[in-house]
Nanobody
Framework: QVQLVESGGGSVQAGGSLRLSCVAP????????MGWFRQAPGKEREGVGT???????TYADSVKGRFTISKDNAKNTLYLQMNSLKPEDTAMYYC??????????WGQGTQVTVSS
């Protein structure tokens, strides 16, 4: 059973910050791509940002300049630092990892709620 475990979600007011964490098994942490996705109620899941094994990061236009992906190799942990949060950032956030940046293995998600 694959275990990607997200944490760090919560409720915050607009303009606030949160940092999400995703702890992965070592073999997934070393996979080609890890990333964050989100799904709001009634909407399709969308990509937030990804990081490949060579360190290349990509972000959705809606979060560029506000969100930052990073990794801690000693802790097998992927992070998503979210600043200047907006109500439209409210969603369930998922961590994913695998050979594809579209996501092959998934966590259970952590809820982020931003109030205006």
């Amino acid at each position: 059973q694959v275990q990607l475990v997200e944490s760090g979600g919560g409720s915050v007011q607009a303009g606030g910050s949160l940092r999400l964490s995703c702890v992965a098994p070592r073999y997934l942490y070393l996979s080609h791509c890890m990333g964050w996705f989100r799904q709001a109620p009634g909407k399709e899941r969308e990509g937030v940002g990804t990081v490949t094994d060579d360190g290349t990061t990509t972000y959705a236009d809606s979060v560029k300049g506000r969100f930052t992906i990073s990794k801690d190799n000693a802790k097998n942990t992927l992070y998503l630092q979210m600043n200047s949060l907006k109500p439209e950032d409210t969603a369930m956030y998922y961590c994913a990892a695998g050979w594809s940046c579209a996501g092959n293995y998934w966590g259970q998600g952590t809820q982020v709620t931003v109030s205006s």
